[in-house]
C-alpha cells in the first residue's frame, strides 16, 4: 500500500521560507513520479512542483517558479519542497501524491494516490 507522511507546514510571515518533507513507502521509488500539489479554499487543486525520481527532470507551475525547488532523496525515499519568499496566496493545503505515469507532470488529476496533507498559512 503506498503512503505518504507529510511535514513542514506551519505558519509563516510573507518572505519567508518554510520545507515540507513528504517520506513515501509501499512502492519502488525511482518507479514512480512524486509531486506536491496545493488546494486553497474555494479554488482547485493544482500542480505545483513534479519530479520524475528516475532522472530528477522537474516540473513546476509558473507561480512559483524561482522561489520553490523540489528535490528527492532515494535513499530515504523522501520528497522535500523548500518554499523561500512565500507569499499570501501560497496559502493552502499542500499535498505530496504519486503515480506511474508521467502524466502527473501535467494535472493532478492524472494521480491516484495522495498523501494527507499538511497546511501552509502565509501572513501579510
Known amino acids: 500500500e503506498l503512503q505518504f507522511v507529510e511535514s513542514g507546514g506551519g505558519l509563516v510571515q510573507a518572505g519567508g521560507s518554510l520545507r515540507l518533507s513528504c517520506s513515501a513507502s509501499?512502492?519502488?521509488?525511482?518507479?514512480?513520479?512524486i509531486g506536491w500539489f496545493r488546494q486553497a479554499p474555494g479554488k482547485e487543486r493544482e500542480r505545483v512542483a513534479v519530479?520524475?525520481?528516475?532522472?530528477?527532470?522537474?516540473y513546476y507551475a509558473d507561480s512559483v517558479k524561482g522561489r520553490f525547488t523540489i528535490s528527492s532523496d532515494s535513499a530515504k525515499k523522501t520528497v522535500y519542497l523548500q518554499m523561500n519568499s512565500l507569499k499570501p496566496e501560497d496559502t493552502a493545503n499542500y499535498y505530496c501524491?504519486?503515480?506511474?505515469?508521467?502524466?502527473?507532470?501535467?494535472?493532478?488529476?492524472?494521480?491516484?494516490?495522495w498523501g494527507q496533507g499538511t497546511q501552509v498559512t502565509v501572513s501579510s
Open positions: 509501499g512502492f519502488t521509488f525511482r518507479d514512480y513520479v
Open positions: 519530479i520524475t525520481t528516475r532522472n530528477d527532470n522537474t
Open positions: 501524491a504519486a503515480d506511474n505515469s508521467d502524466y502527473v507532470t501535467i494535472s493532478p488529476n492524472y494521480v491516484r494516490y
